[in-house]
C-alpha cells in the first residue's frame, strides 16, 4: 500500500534554508528587516518543497493572528437556522467576508454571541483571549452594544461595525438604509400610488429607524401624507400579520406597502389574501432582504437587495487596512443597495374612494 506523503512543515522549510524558524516566519508574512538574499534564499526552500504556509506558522512571529472575527446575534441566527425560512444573513456574511480575508492570507472566524446576555463581555473575552484575532466585525445589534464596543476598545482592536453612522469607536459601515427606503417609495410614487404604508423593523435596531426616516422624507417630499400609513413590526413573521392587519384594516387603506424585512412582506401577503385582495392589482408590495423565499412566492416580490457581502468584504479590508497602520476613513462608509424588480408592485387602480 502506497504511504501517505508526509506534510511540509515551516520546520522543513527551516532546515532545508538553514535558518531559524522565526526567520522563516518573517519571510512569510512579508516583515520589514529581512534582508533581500534571507528572503530569497527561504522562498527557494518554499517553492522546492512545495510548502504552504498554515495559521500557525504565520503566528510565529507574533505580531498577527491572521483571524478575523465575525459576530452575529445568538438567538435570533439559531432561530432563522431551526425555522429554516430562507433566511440567507449568515450565507452572505460568509461570502463576502471569507472571499475577502482569502485574499489578504486571512481566515475568518464566524462566532454567536448574545447580545442580551449580561455576561457578554466575559463570552466574547474568552473567544477573543483563545483566538487573538487581528480584527472584529460587528453586526446589528452588537453594532451599537456598549460593553462590546466598550471591550474591543480597550483591548485595542480594530473592529468595524455594521449597521453604525460612526460617532464613537470602530470602522463604521452602513448599507445605506435610508437611502433603500427612499428608492423602494420613489419606485412606488413612480407607479402612481400616494398611499404608502411601511412596517417598521425591531426598533433595537437602528437601521429600523433610518428605513422609517427614509420612507417619511421620500414621501414628504413628494407632498404625501404619512399619518396613519406606519406600523411597527420587530422582524417577525407574527408581528409582520399584526402591522398588516392594523394598516389594511384601515378605512383609508394603503394602496401599496413596503415592509422592512422579507418575513414580514410574507405575513402582509397572507393577511392580503384573507381580505380579498390581490397582490399586485389590490395591493402592491416591496420588501427589504431579498432573501431566496421571495422569488419563489407568486408573484414574486420586488425587494430591496441588501449589499451585506459586499459590505463585510469591505469590512474586512478596513480592518487590515488598521492593523497595517493606514488612516481609518473620515465618516461612516456607506455601501447600497438597490431595488430588484419583480411582479409584486404595479400601478394603483381607482384611488378616488381613499383620498
Known amino acids: 500500500m502506497a504511504r501517505r506523503r508526509q506534510a511540509v512543515t515551516i520546520k522543513h522549510v527551516a532546515a532545508d534554508a538553514g535558518v531559524s524558524l522565526q526567520t522563516v516566519s518573517r519571510v512569510i508574512n512579508n516583515e520589514p528587516n529581512v534582508r533581500p538574499e534571507m528572503q530569497q534564499r527561504v522562498q527557494a526552500s518554499i517553492d ?194 399584526k402591522a398588516a392587519r392594523e394598516l389594511l384594516g384601515k378605512s383609508a387603506r394603503p394602496t401599496a406597502i413596503i415592509a422592512s424585512n422579507d418575513q414580514m412582506a410574507l405575513a402582509t401577503r397572507a393577511v392580503a389574501a384573507e381580505m380579498g385582495l390581490r397582490v399586485p392589482s389590490d395591493l402592491s408590495l416591496i420588501s427589504f432582504d431579498n432573501t431566496p423565499v421571495v422569488r419563489f412566492i407568486q408573484p414574486p416580490l420586488t425587494a430591496i437587495d441588501q449589499p451585506i457581502a459586499q459590505t463585510v468584504s469591505r469590512a474586512v479590508e478596513l480592518i487590515i487596512e488598521a492593523k497595517n497602520g493606514e488612516a481609518a476613513p473620515d465618516g461612516p462608509v456607506n455601501i447600497a443597495g438597490s431595488l430588484v424588480e419583480r411582479k409584486s408592485v404595479a400601478a394603483p387602480g381607482d384611488q378616488s374612494r381613499y383620498e
Not at 58 to 78: F, H, K, P, V
Not at 170 to 196: N, P, Q
Not at 215 to 237: I, N
Open 48 to 241: 522546492k518543497l512545495g510548502y504552504v504556509p498554515s495559521i500557525a506558522a504565520q503566528r510565529m512571529s507574533g505580531s498577527r493572528s491572521y483571524l478575523i472575527l465575525a459576530l452575529n446575534d445568538r438567538e435570533r441566527t439559531i432561530k432563522d437556522w431551526r425555522a429554516r425560512e430562507g433566511s440567507d444573513w449568515v450565507d452572505q456574511m460568509l461570502l463576502g467576508g471569507m472571499l475577502k480575508c482569502a485574499e489578504h492570507g486571512y481566515r475568518l472566524i464566524f462566532e454567536l454571541v448574545d447580545t442580551h446576555n449580561d455576561h457578554v463581555e466575559r463570552e466574547l473575552g474568552n473567544a477573543i483571549a483563545a483566538l487573538l484575532p487581528d480584527g472584529v466585525i460587528l453586526t446589528p445589534p452588537h453594532s451599537d452594544n456598549p460593553l462590546i464596543i466598550g471591550l474591543l476598545e480597550r483591548q485595542n482592536i480594530p473592529f468595524a461595525r455594521i449597521g453604525s453612522k460612526g460617532g464613537g469607536p470602530g470602522l463604521a459601515l452602513t448599507m445605506d438604509d435610508e437611502g433603500s427606503a427612499r428608492l423602494a417609495t420613489r419606485h412606488l410614487i413612480d407607479k402612481g400610488h400616494k398611499r404608502i404604508g411601511f412596517i417598521a423593523g425591531s426598533p433595537e435596531y437602528s437601521l429600523s429607524a433610518w428605513r422609517v426616516d427614509g420612507w417619511r422624507q421620500e414621501m414628504e417630499d413628494a407632498g404625501l401624507p404619512v399619518e396613519g400609513l406606519l406600523a411597527q413590526g420587530d422582524f417577525s413573521y407574527q408581528s409582520g400579520v
